[in-house]
Every structure is written in structure tokens, then in C-alpha cells.
């Protein structure tokens, strides 16, 4: 997913943060995809902990992802409202197939954000 090129002259935490943007942007990594734990990412690369915390923090500052606590951090960006976008879209139309008021599966949303 990341490489980093020891020879550039961009710091290895830019290098970091480029490639995340540019793959969260070209939809390489899709709205909502869970990224490596800061520390994961950072062995798997070779690089320290903090090198890697600060290009995720300022990934995070971009809205590029957004971390969630112990949950992980999650690609954000564009790809989020296009993607809620169809999914509420492709709601509508099988509640409106069901036969279903907008009261109604207003309804179930709240039921099933309730929920989650």
C-alpha cells in the first residue's frame, strides 16, 4: 500500500501522507477503509512510531481520515459523501419499492442509527 523511497528528498512521514491522499482521492483506498495501527504501519515501513503518528495527524488535520480512538483511524475525504450519497439513494429506492412512507423509513434509520 505505502513504500518509501530512503533516496527522495521528502521526509519519509510526507511520503507517507502523499500516497494516503493520493490513494484515498484516486479511490484506491475507498471511503471508510480501516488504515494499519500507527505503530503496525510504522515497522512494516521501517520507520519510528512518531514518524508515522505525525503524518497521520496531519492527515487527520487535512480530513483525509479520521482516527476513532481505539477504534483505528478511517479514510475520510470525498470518497465518505459519495459513498453515503448511494447508499441513500439505493435506500430510497427499496423503500420506495417496499411501499414505505418517508416517515417511515425515516423511521427504520433512526431505529437502526439507534442501534450502531
Given at each position: ?23 484515498a482521492?484516486s ?10 495501527p500507527?505503530?503496525?504501519?510504522a515497522?512494516?515501513l521501517?520507520?519510528?512510531?512518531n514518524t ?8 487527520e488535520?487535512?480530513?483525509?481520515i479520521?482516527?476513532?480512538g ?6 475520510t475525504?470525498p470518497?465518505?459523501?459519495r459513498?453515503?450519497?448511494a447508499a441513500?439513494?439505493a ?7 417496499l411501499?414505505?412512507?418517508p ?5 427504520h ?6 442501534v450502531?
Amino acid at each position: 500500500m505505502i513504500t518509501i523511497d530512503v533516496t527522495a528528498a521528502e521526509p519519509p512521514y510526507e511520503q507517507v501522507k502523499a500516497q494516503i491522499t493520493g490513494q484515498a482521492a484516486s479511490g484506491a483506498l475507498a471511503a471508510g477503509t480501516r488504515l494499519p495501527p500507527v505503530r503496525q504501519l510504522a515497522e512494516e515501513l521501517g520507520l519510528a512510531a512518531n514518524t508515522v503518528a505525525k503524518a497521520y495527524r496531519e492527515l487527520e488535520q487535512a480530513g483525509v481520515i479520521e482516527t476513532r480512538g481505539r477504534a483505528g483511524s478511517f479514510v475520510t475525504g470525498p470518497g465518505v459523501d459519495r459513498e453515503a450519497r448511494a447508499a441513500a439513494a439505493a435506500y430510497v429506492a427499496r423503500v420506495s419499492a417496499l411501499g414505505l412512507t418517508p416517515a417511515e423509513a425515516l423511521q427504520h434509520i433512526q431505529r437502526a442509527l439507534d442501534v450502531a
